[in-house]
């Protein structure tokens, strides 16, 4: 088999794998992979800066059923936190795929709505945070982390490197 059969593969089934992981009862609709295209506002790099600590996300365009992210929290000392990000589709499912430092065990947030200017995901089942949200905004766009019930919130107010 050739590597890029065998690269395709290992990527499929580890989609299928972290979607599978979805809590039943956590999707309130069947999506169709298709609406991962109203998510292209998202590509590109962005930053948010606070106190000296940058926040860097950047997502690849969509190829395939994924959008690929990471994110990257630093100072001029050190890195201070970093992520391996995804929004996949597989099985009627959206969702956003955190592994959190890398972990090898990925946290699996469903979207539960999505607009030209919005998408959300939510975990209830999940420490912190539950709900994951992205704006479009007229500058960048602005991720917000919360519990179900809003407190707890952060936000990140990216703007376009």
Known sequence: MSKTVITVARTALVAFLCLSAVPQGLVTRRWDAAELKQLAWMSGTWAFEENGVVTE???RPLQGTTLLGTSHTYDEKKTRFFEFLRVSAAKD????????????????????????????????????PQRIRYS??????????SMLDGTRSQSFVFERR
């Open 93 to 128: 499912t959206i969702a956003y795929i955190a592994q959190p430092g890398g972990a090898p065990t990925p946290t699996v947030f469903p979207m539960v709505s999505l607009t030209e200017q919005e998408v959300v995901f939510e975990n209830p089942e999940h420490d912190h």
């Open 57 to 59: 996300e950047h997502w």
């Open 136 to 145: 479009k905004t007229e500058r960048g766009m602005t991720a917000t982390v």
